[in-house]
């Protein structure tokens, strides 16, 4: 299979002028921004999931995006920031994110930040999962789409870089319906790459200076990895930044979706990489592992199909409540898509029954009281 080359070079700090020489490096050995003209349009979908401060790691970063802004504005293109975060898709709430992550700093490099809040329905009938859809309208407004993601561990899919964060194209509201829709993370994925097929951003850059380890995509810890990747295929620039953090690529179920229809290598050996990955690879990266199922039987049997219903049961990630963290907020029932939570005197409280384990409660605790968890025996299995 044809894969896309992926750059990678350091970046050891978020100051202006590290950004701008680093952006500029990482995109040389793909061209540069040579195809930007003047007069074009250019959409940076950026990862602002939710109204955290850049250095809690938790949305691409504000001088990073500035910095592009510059090099784009620089070449004549004007440009427009958004995302879609998992909450209400309108002014108030983006109003709020812009503020609190920093992206001031974008507009006064020149950007403009998204105020069209609007939505459409795509049909998309070459898509393996998502037929019809519903999508963020300003995407349309563009002439070309940079996905400026965030590397950081995920709950559901293990890692959220370029493919993942093409999610926020879907409408915050509309987002929980997507995890009742697809229940199963190798469905959800392929939903995932079907959107990244849609959409096919020009570009991907990944944020990965500091990046989040634990219970991210919102609650990790920051950690610093101090590199930007770049590549023209989303699929390809995570199969590296899944190695950089000691995932394998098949872990991550958008690569493996990826990988079914031949988008993505089996094998980071397999990449075209400029620069030295070797220099940003860590051992200690906090991860969270969570296969949809850890060993496989013969389902075709009653006793098969019993025995893979326990071992599933014994075996996948699920979502615990700290007692001692949670606070009440109720943020948890509130995006719940299986409306499986209640509060009990004041703690969230699930309903292990209904549960669908897309994690969306646990990407939205405020407090990081809502974790993912795993046996012990599939830790010890997937070691
Ligand atoms: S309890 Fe959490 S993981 Fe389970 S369905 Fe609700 S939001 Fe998803
Ligand atoms: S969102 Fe977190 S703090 Fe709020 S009720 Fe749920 S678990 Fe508790």
Redesign the pocket.
Known sequence: MKTDPVSIVPCADYAPETCERALSEVLRPLGGLDWVKPGMRIAIKANLVSAAKPEKAVTTHPALLAALTRLLIARGASVVIGDSPGNLFNASVLNRVYSVSGLAEAERAGAELNHDFSEKEAFYPDAVQAKSFSYTAWLDHADAIINFCKLKSHGMMSLSAAAKNMFGTVPGTKKPEYHYRFPNPNDFAEMIVDLDEYFRPALHICDAVVAMEGNGPTQGKPKALGCLLASKDPHCLDVLAATLIGLSPAEVPTIAAAQRRGLAPERVEQLTVAGDASAFMRGDFELIRNRNSHLFVSGRTVFGRALQAGMNACLVSKPK??RR?????????DVCPAHT?S?VNG??VIDRKHCIKCFC?QE???????RVHRAAVARILTR
């Open positions: 409540v700290s963290a949670c606070v009440g907020c109720g943020r948890c029932r939570i509060i703690k969230a409660c939205f605790c405020p407090v990081g009281a809502m």
